[in-house]
């Protein structure tokens, strides 16, 4: 899907999570993400479009 930017919607706890933990986990967390985006934007795994929030750059 190139190098496509996207944006998702967080609550404060996840924000918060993410900020604290490992970054090898964060990373790993990352790509989970930009695989869920690739399903969303393919029509697969009945995901619905993300709104706002950020997750690259960490918070």
Known sequence: ?????????????????????????YVVTEQKVDRLSEDARGGGGGASPVRSGRLRGRP
């Open 1 to 25: 899907m190139g190098d496509e930017r996207y944006t998702i919607e967080s609550e404060p706890e996840v924000r918060l999570w993410l900020a604290n933990i490992p970054a090898h986990r």
